[in-house]
């Protein structure tokens, strides 16, 4: 790869799922993607930057929306991209768990409060960062500038706060389900050195805008 080619990720969240409309989280729950999740996904494959190399986590509202946005290209299954384990709050609404002063606690600060039989959040972020660091090493080596990545909204969330020109909280992320954000390195070098990029756009630009 030249040092002076660009670089562009783009993140995708899954098309949203009737257990995401009902306020449920669903973690590592394996559902698929509703009707609805599949027309907003069909919009933005319009608006939607090419890429190289598609790269998915491995549940199914991922592979669902992966073969909706890239149906013509092969996708690269990758666990580190997965949602964070909710453990015994899996298939709660989140209404009820909202009672929980362990859940009210976990959404001040994530970092210090672990669900029940689930992931911390250092466990999850060691392995989102894992994987993206891997990524990053691969394309790299094989001289991928366009690359895709189809996920949940911890995983992107997570990514953004690493990886955003502009610095904020996890919290303050909002990836949209069925939308992307793109982000783009303008100099490949600084993609290498796993630096901020330069630029932030959202996928589609025109769009309106648990798991």
């Known amino acids: 790869m030249e ?3 660009r670089v562009v990720l783009s993140l995708y969240r899954h098309g949203v799922t009737k257990e995401n409309q009902d306020k449920i989280y669903i973690g590592w729950t394996d559902v698929s993607v509703a ?3 599949i027309e907003r996904l069909r919009e933005t494959k319009e608006h939607r930057p090419e890429a190289e190399r598609v790269i998915i986590s491995d549940l199914k509202r991922c592979v669902e929306s992966a073969e909706i946005l ?3 290209q ?3 299954h ?3 991209l997965c949602e964070i384990n909710f453990g ?3 298939g709660r609404k989140a209404d009820e768990l909202q009672k929980r002063d362990d859940f009210a606690q976990w959404l001040s600060n994530p970092a210090v409060m672990q669900p029940e039989n689930g992931e911390s959040f250092e466990d999850f972020s060691r392995r989102v960062l894992d994987a993206w660091n891997m990524i990053r090493e691969w394309c790299w080596q094989d001289e991928v500038r ?3 990545i189809v996920s949940h909204g911890g995983p992107i969330r997570r990514l953004l706060v690493e990886l955003a020109p ?3 909280d996890f919290w303050d992320w909002k990836p949209l389900h069925g939308q992307g954000v793109t982000l783009v390195w303008k100099d490949a070098e600084a993609f290498r050195r796993g630096e901020r990029c330069t630029l932030l756009s959202e996928v589609p630009t025109t769009a309106n805008g648990n798991g």
């Open 88 to 90: 015994e709050w899996e």
């Open 74 to 76: 092969p996708k690269i």
């Open 146 to 148: 366009d690359i895709a």
């Open 3 to 5: 040092s002076d080619t």
């Open 35 to 37: 009707e609805a999740g």
């Open 78 to 80: 990758n666990r580190g």
């Open 70 to 72: 890239f149906p013509d």
């Open 166 to 168: 502009e610095k904020k």
